[in-house]
């Protein structure tokens, strides 16, 4: 099994700055990636990344705002969100794949709590 603990939400201005932080702990995973759910709003990965951290995909709404890294020597994920706005506003979620080479958008096994995020303007 794997344990998914986020860390780093809070409430933020516009046009700030933020890093979510994702402890992972149990077994080894594949993909990893951030997941938000708004109120009102079905849940949508934000952004994601392979193992080795080679390879990331980011949804079109956080492209060039967001950074997404992982250190799995310390079995940590990161989102570096910047230039936020009210929009963004939303429960992050931290999710993992149990297998590797899978899709960034889909197939996760493993999630965290959830950390809340809110943009006000």
């Known amino acids: 099994q794997v344990r998914l603990v986020e860390s780093g939400g809070g409430l933020m201005q516009a046009g700030g700055s933020l890093r979510l932080s994702c402890a992972a702990s149990?077994?080894?995973?594949?993909?990893m990636a951030w997941f938000r759910q708004a109120p009102g709003k079905e849940r949508e990965v934000v952004a994601a990344?392979?193992?080795?951290?080679?390879?990331?995909y980011y949804s079109d709404s956080v492209k060039g705002r967001f950074t997404i890294s992982r250190d799995n020597a310390k079995n940590m994920l990161y989102l570096q969100m910047n230039s936020l706005t009210p929009e963004l506003t939303a429960v992050y979620y931290c999710?993992?794949?149990?297998?590797?080479?899978?899709?960034?958008?889909?197939?996760?096994?493993?999630w965290g709590q959830g950390t809340q995020v809110i943009v006000s303007s």
């Open positions: 999710a993992a794949q149990s297998y590797f080479g899978g899709s960034f958008t889909g197939g996760y096994d493993y």
């Open positions: 149990g077994r080894t995973v594949g993909n």
């Open positions: 990344i392979n193992r080795g951290g080679s390879s990331q």
